[in-house]
């Protein structure tokens, strides 16, 4: 009598599942999506087994053929960080040059994560937190969390002693070239944060 292996026992329309999920989202998928589906995380091990799939960080997962997108996975496995400063004006089309491997972020003050240590991490009031977020694609095509362009231009102002000062003079310079630029909401921006006049005198400053 012939005995099945375990791996005949494996439901291969769960695995089409997970394919089609990770299609969906560019190539990645998670064990949390998987509860969703009420999907085993032992198909994933099957996956990797098979090399379908390589773990990159705890519970994400990519697809064997594409390349790790170091910006969106740290973004899924950390996700109250928000992308700031010179890595958000990257982002914008707004620094010299992309980002060496150490990113800049920001989170709330009460938040600590030692997946950060090697990232320059900003801490912020829980009333600025939320200022000027939003979505923006990485090299590679996949979303994350930013900041708006003015919401940057004011925090390198605010951190301009943790900056390259040639670096904050481009994005600023630049940023003023932008026909999208929205100076009344960076005034905005600026008077929130308490530095108006610093803000002004930057952008006069630079103003060609």
Do not use: W
């Not at 012939?2 to 695995?15: G, L, R």
């Not at 999506?33 to 099957?46: A, C, V």
């Not at 694609?137 to 919401?151: C, F, H, L, S």
Request: glycine residues 2%; charged residues 30%.
């Amino acid at each position: 009598m012939d005995f099945m292996t375990k791996e005949e026992f494996i439901n291969e329309s769960n695995i089409e599942i997970i394919q089609k999920l990770m299609e969906r989202n560019n190539g990645y998928i998670t064990t949390k999506e998987l509860e969703n589906f009420d999907i085993s995380r032992n198909y994933l091990s099957i996956m990797t087994k098979r090399n379908m799939i390589e773990k990159v960080a705890k519970g994400i997962y990519i697809d064997s053929a594409k390349i790790e997108d170091i910006y969106y996975v740290l973004s899924v496995s950390t996700p109250k960080i928000i992308y700031s400063h010179m890595t958000a004006l990257y982002f914008h089309n707004l620094s010299i040059k992309a980002p060496d491997g150490s990113f800049d972020i920001t989170v709330t003050k009460k938040y600590n994560n030692p997946k950060l240590k090697k990232h320059n991490v900003f801490y912020v009031d829980d009333k600025f937190y939320n200022v000027g977020i939003t979505e923006v694609e990485t090299p590679q095509g996949n979303k994350v969390k930013a900041y708006d362009i003015e919401r940057c231009i004011c925090d390198i102002i605010r951190s301009k002693k943790r900056m390259d000062f040639e670096h904050v003079k481009y994005a600023i310079k630049e940023y003023l070239k932008r026909k999208d630029n929205d100076l009344i909401k960076l005034s905005k921006y600026a008077e929130m944060f308490g530095i108006k006049e610093k803000v002004m005198d930057f952008v006069s400053m630079m103003y060609e």
